[in-house]
Nanobody, 111 residues
C-alpha cells in the first residue's frame, strides 16, 4: 500500500496563505484521484479538493476561488495552495490517494 507524508501546516493569520504538500512512497502516474480532506473539531471529515491523474481539479464550494490543488506525478506529490485563509479553515488536513491516508497536518487560522 502506498504511504503518504504531508507537510506545510501551521499557524497563519486570517487572509494569509499556506501551501500543503503530500508525497507518496512512489510516483503517482498510475494513481487516480489524489485529494485533500479536512476535519475540524466536532465535525466530520470533508472533502476539500481533489485532482485527477490528468490534472482536472474539483473543489468544495467553501474553498472555490481561494484554494488550488495540483500534482506532480513524477514526484508523486500533490499540493494544496491555500490563499485568503479564514478562521473556519482551521482543521487537520489529510491527504488521500490510492486507498491510503496521510497522518494529517494541522492548519490554524487565527489572529
Amino acid at each position: 500500500q502506498v504511504q503518504l507524508v504531508e507537510s506545510g501546516g501551521g499557524l497563519v493569520q486570517p487572509g494569509g496563505s499556506l501551501r500543503l504538500s503530500c508525497t507518496a512512497s512512489r510516483n503517482s502516474f498510475i494513481i487516480g484521484f489524489m485529494g485533500w480532506h479536512r476535519q475540524a473539531p466536532g465535525n466530520e471529515r470533508e472533502l476539500v479538493a481533489r485532482v485527477s491523474r490528468g490534472g482536472v481539479a474539483e473543489y468544495a464550494d467553501s474553498v472555490k476561488g481561494r484554494f488550488a490543488i495540483s500534482r506532480d506525478n513524477a514526484k508523486g506529490t500533490v499540493y494544496l495552495q491555500m490563499n485568503s485563509l479564514k478562521p473556519e479553515d482551521t482543521a487537520v488536513y489529510y491527504c488521500y490517494a490510492a486507498g491510503a491516508w496521510g497522518q494529517g497536518t494541522l492548519v490554524t487560522v487565527s489572529a
